[in-house]
């Protein structure tokens, strides 16, 4: 019998960002490397997709309008606490509201470390 080794397109991402660009770029990135993803612009609306899909990886950014990143994580792991977050910050203080998340990603992160880094924490 033949051990299935788990793909990008085995995997459903939801990104999380109130920034229209950002939110863009980093699901053509994902999408790009066989992920499939969903994408929502603000925290309710993150948590309401995470509820009605069986998503293997939440990517948030810290600041949302609605919740803040810390907030909404915290949401999500009252429901599927084995779902990983990846918590996004501009800040100088990648720690700062990092809470429960699994892992914290400075903006502008090269794409390369970033594919590098979901994957590494997919295959855990």
Known sequence: MEKHVPQAGDFLILCVDDDRAGLTSRSLVLCGAGYDVLTA?????????????????????????????????????????????????GSLDPTSGAGLADLVIVKGTHPRDFLEQVAEILSR
């Open 41 to 89: 612009e603000c925290g309710e609306a993150g948590l309401r997709l995470f509820r009605e899909h069986a998503v293997d990886l939440v990517i948030t950014d810290h600041f949302l309008p609605d919740l803040q990143g810390d907030e909404l994580i915290a949401s999500m792991k009252r429901l599927k606490p084995e779902v990983p977050v990846i918590l996004l910050t």
